[in-house]
């Protein structure tokens, strides 16, 4: 694997570590990103509900060892996870069970969702769209499973000069702050927003509000705090709360986002 392209054997080879404290690759996006986006997509929830009596359905693509579904079913949602990695759904079941939540896991590809149209409430896909080679076909296959007037709920990283040294760069090479494997990430995979509008609005779903996802703190704090943690100095969980990730107005490196998907 070059790198210049995405390696996603890490969610087969090391999916027993999702919710392992001392894996840079899973516990980033438990302690970091996971809190913020999640505390986001409930205001969204709140005031845009889904139509419908009952829990809403929610379809969570590409669901890894489960943080997002498991945060949707405490939200009331009713989730089934999809994944291509059958030992991350291992892992997002003995965590679902041992946390009492009622989460249906199904193996399947984001390019070829195994249900039929019209057969969720909500969607979301988060940390996926930069790891496909077709994300058009990935947003295609959520709009076509989504209800008219359905929630779509997203996150991915925006190609600029800023996210390739903060992701290929800080968080993925240099030996002094990477934390994640080589080749997690490559640059020419990252989406800018106006390319995800076109995607979205391309399948019928019109786009709603965009944040950036970002630490808020000073970024050579940021730096130091990644080579503390790189040198064992201090823990992910710790990490995760010195750089405090939060919505944004600077979309420069992530960005999550919703869109709605329009009536017939």
């Not at 790198?3 to 999702?18: E, G, I, K, P, T």
């Not at 205001?43 to 693509?61: F, H, K, M």
């Not at 290929?168 to 702050?177: D, E, F, K, S, Y």
């Not at 710790?238 to 939060?246: I, Q, T, V």
């Amino acid at each position: 694997m070059t790198r210049n392209s995405v390696d996603n054997s890490l969610y087969r080879n090391r999916a027993a570590s999702w919710w392992d404290d001392d894996d840079g690759a899973f516990s980033t996006i438990r302690h970091f990103i996971n809190p913020a986006r999640c505390n986001w997509f409930r205001r969204v929830l709140e005031v845009r509900p889904p139509s419908g009596a009952g829990a809403p359905t929610l379809i969570d693509v590409g669901c890894g060892g489960g943080y997002l579904a498991e945060e949707f079913a405490r939200m009331g949602c009713r989730v089934t996870g999809v994944d291509a990695a059958p030992e991350s759904l291992t892992a997002a079941r003995r965590h679902s069970a041992a946390s009492r939540l009622d989460i249906d896991y199904v193996g399947g590809r984001a390019e070829r969702l195994p249900f039929p149209a019209a057969s969720f409430d909500l969607a979301a896909c988060c940390d996926v769209l930069e790891h496909v080679d077709s994300p058009d076909i990935v947003i295609a296959e959520i709009a076509r499973v989504l209800r008219p007037g359905g929630l779509f709920f997203f996150d991915t990283i925006n190609r600029t000069l800023r996210s390739r040294i903060a992701v290929i760069g800080a968080m993925q090479n240099w030996r002094a702050t990477a934390f994640v494997p080589p080749d997690t990430h490559a640059y020419r995979n990252f989406i800018k927003p106006r390319e995800l509008k076109w995607m979205l609005e391309t399948n019928r779903l019109i786009p709603g509000e965009m944040r950036g996802l970002s630490p808020h703190c000073h970024p050579l704090s940021a730096l130091l705090d990644l080579h503390r943690r790189a040198r064992g100095a201090i823990s992910f969980e710790e990490l995760g709360r010195r750089l405090a990730f939060g919505p944004s107005g600077d979309l420069s490196i992530s960005y999550i986002g919703y869109a709605k998907k329009k009536a017939p």
